[in-house]
């Protein structure tokens, strides 16, 4: 056990006891059936969203969205070591930091960024204009502050990868958006939710992460979890579709005020 | 006098009817645009900024420029920025990027590797520059072929984090920008302090060489704007030396050595670079005017020497460039 020991962490207590609520504070098990509080099944949670906060970074954004809260912040285009390539490569790296998630995350040990990377890449590269950037690499580092689903953290990931590569000034297709969205079995029948949350989320039937480009109105990259009617689907997908345009219209939102505290365009001068 | 027409919506544009009034006015604002024609670009209030994906108009009647693209028959932008428009040319100029370099461009940079007749320098690009062996002046002053000894001392002349001020000769096929050193005004950097600053604010000058004479330091300061957004705020130097002239000590090109500077130079140094980072900060376009006026005033004012107060700074920033800042 001694070699396992990390001299470069603080080490935790040997010994920890859990605190004890009193029953009522208790949150009700997350199940199946739970119904949404707080708001309609096809209303998401309000997003802040702010660029060019890191300032040795090209560009940067910050999310915060549900439960989720995002740094990302991108380098280039910059030179890249051979071997030469006639189009531009996207790195994309998905990081956690310790505190991200409950229980926390070994340091070094952890495997889940490394697909969240991947399929972030994915679902990323289509907005971009990587034939414009030879022997070039655009690298995009997103540190994720907080989290409560893989699939939640996808979708902001990718929102606020857009925003950080936007504000980089780097040529894209349109910006990106993503959006989940999760079919829940009720009692008596199936519900949609929008933007499902932790325990939606665990509860549900299946769901759906979409990456798309709303100015464009076409999509990058569709993810779906679980088994789900063609039916049902069709519908999941289509309100991710319509979901997406909010988000976008946030986005752009942010993109602009960014433009406008650098004193420029609209009510500047 | 040309008109806009409403473009129909196409199979990708049905999508985005949804879409808030913010991203679908521009063909609005490139009319009204129309109706003055005269003035445009006269102020920046009247321009607006679009994101990526935004149609700006159609392609059938503009042609796309910088920051477009075409898909079907609209021209969209690829960058966040504002809408310039030349005649029949529509571009977006990004609200902030890495350095699009041009032919004939003052650029500064800093060397980062010694390879086979050439040097790659760090110039704030996209891509590394080159300054090959044959585009720089060596020692002597003579014009002539360089040999193998030559290429043999490259690291004597410059080594690797060495900062030089050199011209875009010409481009590579990848958009690598290709430099030369072939004048007096040109080469290696000492005596100084480099600064970064966004490269959209550095315009293209008549000169980007400026003295501020005394009694900014015993022998004035000076300032070279690199286009690419490196600043270099350098002790002072005679008249004919800036220029090249008689007396113009050429072996002393590649002198790695700084001068003795006096205190009351460092001073002015550090004074000039604090006011330029002041106004880079404000997002205001740097000229030689703008910093010799900051710097008079600064004068005028009897200010101690040290970093300025955040009133100093706003007053600065109100009597000089006219605008107000609160923190």
């Known amino acids: 056990m001694a070699t396992a020991f990390d001299r470069r962490r603080i080490p935790a207590p040997e010994v920890s006891i859990p605190p004890i609520y009193d029953d ?22 309000p997003i802040f969203l702010k660029t060019g906060l890191i300032s040795q970074a090209n560009g940067s954004g910050y999310i915060e969205s549900g439960g989720v809260k995002i740094a990302c912040s991108v380098y280039g285009p910059r030179p890249k070591a051979p071997p030469y390539t006639p189009q531009g490569t996207l790195n994309l790296e998905v990081k956690f930091a310790p505190f991200a998630s409950d229980p926390r995350r070994a340091p070094l040990r952890d495997t889940e960024p490394i697909s969240l990377s991947q399929l972030l890449t994915q679902s990323l590269t289509p907005t971009i204009q990587l034939h414009l950037f030879p022997k070039s690499s655009i690298d995009v580092y997103l540190l994720v502050l907080e989290s409560d689903t893989p699939t939640n953290v996808l979708s902001a990931g990718l929102t606020v990868a857009s925003a950080a590569i936007a504000d980089a000034g780097i040529a894209m297709y349109a910006l990106g958006t ?9 009692t008596d029948k199936q519900e949609v939710l929008l933007d499902p949350e932790q325990g939606e989320e665990g509860g549900a039937e299946g769901k759906v992460l979409l990456g798309s480009m709303p100015a464009l109105g076409k999509i990058t990259n569709i993810l779906l979890e679980g088994s789900v009617g063609v039916e049902q689907a069709v519908e999941m997908i289509e309100k991710a579709v319509s979901a997406s345009r909010d988000t976008h219209t946030v986005l752009a939102q942010s993109l602009i005020e960014g433009a406008q505290e650098r004193g420029i365009g609209g009510e500047a001068e | 006098m040309f008109t806009i027409k409403n473009i129909p919506p196409s199979s990708t544009q049905s999508f985005s009817d949804d879409i808030p009034s913010t991203h ?12 003055d024609e005269d ?8 321009r607006n900024i679009v ?7 159609s392609s059938k009647e503009y042609m796309r420029g910088h920051g477009t693209y075409v898909e079907e028959t609209n021209v969209i932008s690829s960058v966040t920025g504002t809408i310039e428009r030349v005649n029949k040319l529509i571009s977006v100029k990004p609200v902030r990027s890495k350095y699009v370099p041009e032919v004939g461009d003052l650029v500064i940079g800093r060397i980062v590797e010694v390879g086979p007749q050439r040097w790659r320098v760090d110039a704030n690009g996209r891509q590394d ?7 720089v002046n060596l020692p002597g002053g003579v014009q002539r072929r360089k040999i193998e000894s030559d290429a043999l001392k490259m690291r004597e002349f410059l080594a690797e984090g060495n900062l030089l001020v050199a011209e875009v000769q010409a481009f590579f096929g ?5 430099l030369h050193t072939r004048s007096l005004k040109y080469g290696k950097l000492r005596n100084g302090q480099l600064l970064t600053v966004p490269p959209q604010l550095i315009r293209r000058l008549k000169s980007h060489f400026h003295h501020i004479p005394p009694p900014c330091g015993p022998t004035g300061v000076d300032v070279i704007l690199g286009l690419n957004g490196y600043v270099w705020v350098s002790n002072g130097t005679s008249q004919e030396k800036r220029e090249g002239g008689e007396g113009f000590d050429s072996e002393g090109v590649y002198s790695d050595k700084n001068d003795d500077i006096p205190p009351e130079g460092r001073q002015a140094i550090s004074t000039v ?25 600064l004068n005028q004012n009897q200010l101690p020497p040290g970093p300025l107060t955040q009133p100093d700074k706003e007053r600065m920033l109100a009597e000089v460039v006219g605008i107000e800042v609160s923190a």
């Open chain 1, 24 to 45: 009522a504070e208790l949150e009700p098990e997350a199940g199946p059936s739970t119904k949404r509080v707080g708001r309609a099944n096809d209303e998401a949670r």
């Open chain 1, 178 to 186: 993503g959006s989940v969205v999760a079919l829940a079995q009720s």
């Open chain 2, 24 to 35: 679908r006015r521009r063909p609005a604002e490139l009319e009204a645009m129309d109706l």
């Open chain 2, 39 to 46: 003035e445009f670009g006269a102020g920046p209030s009247r």
């Open chain 2, 51 to 57: 994101t990526p994906g935004e149609m700006i108009t």
């Open chain 2, 129 to 135: 520059a080159v300054l090959m062996l044959s585009s």
């Open chain 2, 174 to 178: 990848d958009g690598a920008m290709s």
């Open chain 2, 273 to 297: 670079s604090n006011l330029i980072r002041l106004l880079a900060v404000q997002g205001i376009p740097l000229t030689d005017t703008l910093i010799e006026e900051s710097f008079n005033w």
